[in-house]
């Protein structure tokens, strides 16, 4: 742990256990832009503030245990997971619409033509008859 204008800030490894998480997890999340950090030499470090936020605390004091923030976590991740699946059928309904679209109007224009072709060719049998 460090400190730094009167906020500490930890390093992936004391992150992690703060977060029940694995140093490797906490670093990829980092990477992937789920967790804020600020990188000075070759660590990352979280401060107390954005971990506790994270975790969905209002004070960063208050203590959870692993159990609780592993579920906070895991809570999180699967509301993202639900919402990004939402949008994933949505957008697979969309197309469903627009290919049912598509082949009405399709449909709609080859009737057209056969019975177009169909009264000609009858015109046509009058004709000599």
């Not at 954005?50 to 960063?60: S, T």
């Not at 197309?95 to 598509?102: A, G, S």
């Amino acid at each position: 742990m460090i400190e730094l204008k009167g906020e500490k800030f930890f390093d992936t490894e004391e992150a992690g256990k703060r977060l029940g998480l694995h140093q490797r997890t906490v670093t990829k999340y980092i990477r992937e832009k789920k967790l804020k950090a600020v990188k000075i030499g070759v660590k990352y470090y979280l401060s107390e503030r954005l971990i506790a936020e994270h975790l969905g605390m209002a004070d960063p004091n208050s203590t959870l245990s692993i159990i609780e923030r592993r579920y906070i976590t895991v809570k999180t991740e699967a509301e993202t997971f639900l919402e990004a699946l939402t949008e994933v059928e949505t957008n697979k309904n969309r197309k469903i619409q627009e290919v049912i679209r598509y082949l009405n109007q399709s449909y709609t224009k080859k009737a057209a033509e056969a019975a177009f072709w169909f009264d000609e060719f009858r015109k046509g049998i009058e004709e000599k008859g």
